[in-house]
């Protein structure tokens, strides 16, 4: 069990959003229960929101002050696999929906979500008192792996729900670390959205603010695709885009960068996906130079990072129409992409703060100008 927290109101809060909010599945294209939540909590706060034809949950914070808008945006979808066949003995086979590590598959407890249930499964591990010497060091191919539920023939598995098309996702879990830590699935990115929640309850009590357009997109694992159209309806001038940077300080990671899991809120400077899409974001200038001085100003640590491997929603956002002034925040994340991510709450926190106080920025004489900005 985790050390007990000091008096930290909204590190409180964010422990249970983010348990809550990890606890749902949503494989991409399949957000519903996360979205009708997510609905939930904004209407809690009095805040309406309308789904749009692709998935997108979207709400918005009228300003009290003129200037650029701003959209605030993460992703509810996780990854995850679909059924593609069910074999005669009752044994499914899958294919994979985003970037799923195939070395961390096996033996890992999964769940088909059916709409009415949820199944639960495992994706087999060969016997290993008849796996050979060559087999110990092979990571099978996802093509290769099947689930296995229990069920004895193909008739079995449609009874219950299973059939081709069906989503599956990890077996939910949360685990409370030490001190502020906490490791779960789909991490990425529903912390970030635990994080728009608390930004939101801060802005509707801020006495100054721009519009801002709260997005909870969809099928960003699914190569990108939701915040794209949200930002095509909303039009914003700013985009600022929440989702995990890679936590540096374990002897894997050492040679990536100076991210630390508890450093504080990080902010990207770079990032190139450099695999299958070529595409990435360099920040608009009057965005690093914002939060930058907005974390100097309230004392909060501000981590940089620059990656080659990482990509966002934003690097689509920011060619929506004429274009928009786009950056990327967040916050450091070991285990990426498998079944039990890792956070820090303190750096969610201060991740929250960070957009809180530095949206609270932006009025009328706030500029995009690029060429008033040193680069």
């Known amino acids: 069990m985790a050390t007990e927290l000091p008096d930290h109101p909204a590190k409180r809060r964010l422990r249970g959003l983010v348990s809550e909010l990890m606890l749902i599945p949503g494989l991409s294209g399949h957000e519903g229960r996360v979205r009708r939540h997510l609905a939930g909590l904004l209407s809690g706060l009095g805040i309406a929101s309308r789904t749009d034809r692709l998935g997108n949950l979207i709400a918005t914070v009228e300003g009290t002050v003129a200037g650029p808008s701003v959209m605030l945006f993460a992703h509810m979808d996780q990854l995850g696999l679909i059924v593609r066949k069910i074999e005669p003995g009752g044994l499914v086979r899958v294919e994979r929906l985003g970037g799923v590590p195939e070395k961390a598959l096996p033996s890992q407890p999964v769940v088909f979500c059916t709409g009415g249930r949820d199944v639960p499964g495992v994706i087999a591990n060969k016997s290993h008192h008849a796996t050979s010497q060559e087999e110990k060091y092979r990571v099978l191919p996802y093509p290769e792996i099947y689930i296995d539920a229990g069920f004895d023939s193909a008739a079995e598995a449609l009874a219950a729900g299973i059939d081709i098309g069906t989503p599956v996702v990890y077996a939910p879990k949360v685990v409370e670390l030490a001190g502020d830590r906490i490791a779960g699935t789909a991490v990425d990115d529903r912390a970030g959205c635990a994080v728009i929640i608390e930004v939101a309850r801060a802005l509707l009590a801020a006495p100054r603010r721009p519009t801002v357009h709260l997005v909870f997109s969809v099928q960003e694992e699914f190569n990108l695709r939701g915040a794209v159209t949200a930002a095509q309806v909303l039009a914003p001038d700013i985009a600022i885009q929440l989702d995990i940077v890679l936590a540096t300080d374990t002897p894997d990671m050492a040679q990536r960068g100076d991210i630390r899991l508890g450093g504080g809120p990080a902010m990207s400077l770079y990032s190139f996906h450099g695999r299958g899409t070529l595409n990435g974001t360099i920040p608009h200038p009057a965005l690093v130079a914002l939060f930058g001085e907005t974390a100097r100003g309230e004392g909060i640590p501000l981590q940089k990072s620059a990656h080659v491997g990482l990509l966002t929603d ?62």
């Open 314 to 375: 934003s690097s689509y956002v920011q060619l929506v129409h004429a274009g928009v002034a786009a950056i990327d925040l967040g916050f450091p994340a070991r285990g990426t992409h498998s079944s039990l991510e890792i956070c820090d709450l303190s750096d969610l926190a201060g991740l929250a703060r960070l957009l809180a106080a530095g949206i609270g920025r932006i009025d009328d004489s706030f500029s995009l100008d690029r060429d008033r900005y040193v680069t």
